[in-house]
């Protein structure tokens, strides 16, 4: 057993498995281990004002959000989340949102729940769990989650997950029980370098140089498209070509389950000096019924046919693809959230992993760059939900994606956001946490409530002029989101309007 007994000083971790920080020396404060008996240790989290008592064979990871505290051992993990919901949320939409996964019976097996008080504060308790995944070596199926509400629409969850059923009541209330409020004191820091881009060199010789000469040794941000009718057909996207006077060198193509790899439309794209940045979502329009808990069935083996031929033709194409698997996972209209899967970020990452891995021994990974890509509002906008905790690690990731949109006001609750409202923030954030090149994946800006041609303007500006040296490529999302009874909602087309046409022709004449 590890001893661990930090008192009242800074926490040196060096961190080698954890998929955030792999590899990397990070200094934290206010993060205290002390042992209090011969096998319990008192975790102590400064910053945010709580203890918890765990057995003495959990380590601390490294915090991926100052909100979130991990505690993990092979078959057990224990994660603390403080959340001040004042602005987008109550304790009672909190609970009922956190655990609507409940009603997928499919895939979920609800156990026990109650409504009771820890030291005075009113919790609510929900046990559960799920079938064992063969293809996850510690799989961590059972769960237990506890809401505590602090009043004033704060609130404190503890969710343990365990690899083997919890033995009794006590086994998991323990825990539970353990835990008290403290005093806030201090921050948390972070000591780390971004600054460098870092990417893998193992690709072929056509993707190498790909890599050069678009994210290491370019000059100048490259501009794609997401055309609805390209890369199958590009006689609408000459048109536009013309139109703006600029040759688009990435297109963006979505797929599901119910297509098989685009090898024909790839390597037509090809031979224009265009690349794909090549979207898979693992779900089904044509039987939605699928969908439930598709995260549990592709670990565990269910499609492995249909991704090893989905590699296998990606590496015989044996050109640059720019792979994005599952993006925006931290927004609950994607079916691949933890949203549907027992809240359990871990789900996502394992998946990710296991795709990855696929086209590994297939040979993809030459030739395929893998593209991670949240958006950036997560929403529910909960701290289990955080984007940071779909992160599958640096080995995995070769390009972070950025996407936000400007919605405009169509919707009740949405609002107009100027690029420089969205990206400057977003970029920063990113550019503390990530040394990896960046991509504008899909982005754009509604025509309904603002002034889409000045939007349009400053953003150009706002690129040109702002400190954005690790974003190599952006590529303009050219659709309509439609509400449901078939009314253009989101007309994020630039060739709607000639001003807006205009627009584009005179910001990309200096790309």
Same mark, same amino acid.
């Given at each position: 057993?590890?001893?661990f ?9 060096v961190?080698?498995s %954890?998929?955030?920080?792999e590899?990397?020396?990070?200094k934290?404060?206010n993060?205290?281990?002390k ?5 319990? /240790? ?6 945010l $004002?709580y203890q ?6 959990l380590?601390l ?6 909100? /979130? =505290?991990?505690?993990?051992s092979?078959?057990l993990?224990?994660?603390?989340y ?8 109550s ?5 009922n ?7 997928d ?6 156990e026990?729940k109650e409504s009771?008080?820890?030291n005075g504060r009113?919790?609510k308790? +929900?046990k559960?769990s799920?079938?064992?995944?063969k ?10 989650l506890v ?5 004033n629409?704060k609130?404190?969850?503890i ?6 059923? %919890? ?7 323990d ?13 948390t820091?972070y000591?780390?370098d971004m600054s ?6 193992n690709?072929n ?5 790909f890599v ?10 490259h501009? $794609?498209i ?7 057909a590009?006689?609408y996207l000459?048109t536009?070509?013309?139109?703006i ?6 297109l963006?193509?979505y ?5 098989? +790899?685009?090898?024909?439309e ?8 265009e690349?794909?940045?090549l979207? +898979?979502?693992?779900?089904?329009f =044509? ?7 598709i995260?549990?069935d ?5 499609y492995?046919?249909y991704?090893?031929?989905y590699?296998?033709?990606a ?5 640059p ?8 996972m931290?927004?609950?209209?994607c079916?691949?959230?933890? %949203?549907?899967?027992s ?7 394992? =998946?990710?992993?296991?795709?990855y891995?696929?086209f ?10 893998w593209v991670?890509?949240?958006?950036d509002?997560s ?11 779909y992160?599958? $690690?640096?080995?995995?990731?070769d390009?972070v994606?950025l996407?936000?949109y400007?919605?405009g ?13 969205i ?12 040394n990896?090149?960046? /991509?504008?994946?899909e982005?754009?800006s ?6 889409k ?5 400053q ?11 690790k974003?190599k ?10 509400d ?20 584009f022709?005179k $910001?990309l004449?200096?790309?």
């Amino acid at each position: 057993m590890k001893r661990f007994l930090i008192i009242n000083m800074l926490v040196m971790l060096v961190l080698t498995s %954890f998929s955030y920080a792999e590899e990397k020396v990070v200094k934290l404060e206010n993060h205290i281990v002390k042992e209090i008996s011969n096998d319990l /240790i008192r975790y102590t989290n400064k910053e945010l $004002g709580y203890q918890i008592e765990v057995d003495d064979n959990l380590e601390l990871k490294l915090p991926m959000d100052k909100y /979130i =505290s991990e505690l993990r051992s092979d078959k057990l993990e224990v994660e603390v989340y403080y959340d001040d919901l004042s602005e987008h949320s109550s304790f009672l939409s909190y609970v009922n949102y956190t655990t609507k996964f409940l009603n997928d019976e499919k895939s979920h097996t609800f156990e026990y729940k109650e409504s009771k008080k820890l030291n005075g504060r009113p919790y609510k308790l +929900f046990k559960w769990s799920r079938d064992k995944i063969k293809n996850i070596e510690h799989d961590r199926n059972h769960y237990v989650l506890v809401l505590i509400n602090m009043g004033n629409d704060k609130a404190y969850t503890i969710f343990i997950k365990s690899e083997d059923e %919890f033995k009794d009541y006590d086994s998991y209330m323990d825990i539970v029980k353990s835990f008290k409020i403290t005093d806030k004191i201090g921050m948390t820091r972070y000591y780390e370098d971004m600054s460098d881009i870092q990417i893998r060199d193992n690709f072929n010789e056509v993707t190498t140089n790909f890599v050069d000469k678009y994210f290491i040794n370019n000059k100048k941000l490259h501009w $794609g498209i997401f055309e609805p009718t390209a890369p199958t057909a590009f006689n609408y996207l000459n048109t536009l070509e013309k139109q703006i006077d600029y040759d688009f060198n990435f297109l963006l193509k979505y797929q599901t389950f119910d297509s098989s +790899f685009p090898l024909n439309e790839l390597e037509e794209a090809y031979k224009r000096n265009e690349y794909v940045e090549l979207t +898979f979502q693992t779900m089904f329009f =044509s039987d939605p019924s699928k969908n439930k808990g598709i995260l549990y069935d592709i670990i565990d083996g269910k499609y492995d046919d249909y991704f090893k031929e989905y590699a296998r033709l990606a590496n015989e194409f044996d050109k640059p693809i720019l792979f994005r698997l599952n993006n925006e996972m931290n927004g609950d209209w994607c079916v691949y959230s933890s %949203f549907y899967h027992s809240m359990d970020t871990d789900i996502y990452k394992d =998946s990710y992993r296991y795709i990855y891995n696929i086209f590994e021994e297939a040979g993809a990974n030459d030739n395929v760059l893998w593209v991670w890509n949240p958006h950036d509002i997560s929403f529910p906008k909960f701290k289990w939900n955080d984007y940071m905790s779909y992160y599958p $690690g640096d080995k995995y990731v070769d390009v972070v994606g950025l996407t936000g949109y400007n919605t405009g006001t169509y919707y009740k609750g949405e609002v107009w956001r100027e690029f420089s409202q969205i990206y400057p923030e977003l970029y920063r954030d990113y550019d503390e946490k990530f040394n990896k090149p960046f /991509i504008i994946t899909e982005f754009g800006s509604n025509k309904v409530g603002g002034d889409k041609v000045n939007w349009v303007n400053q953003m150009f500006d706002e690129i040109r002029y702002g400190d954005y040296k690790k974003l190599k490529i952006a590529i303009w999302w050219n659709g309509i989101d439609w509400d449901t009874q078939g009314n253009p909602a989101r007309t994020y087309r630039l060739d709607k309007d000639p001003n807006v046409i205009e627009a584009f022709k005179k $910001g990309l004449m200096f790309y």
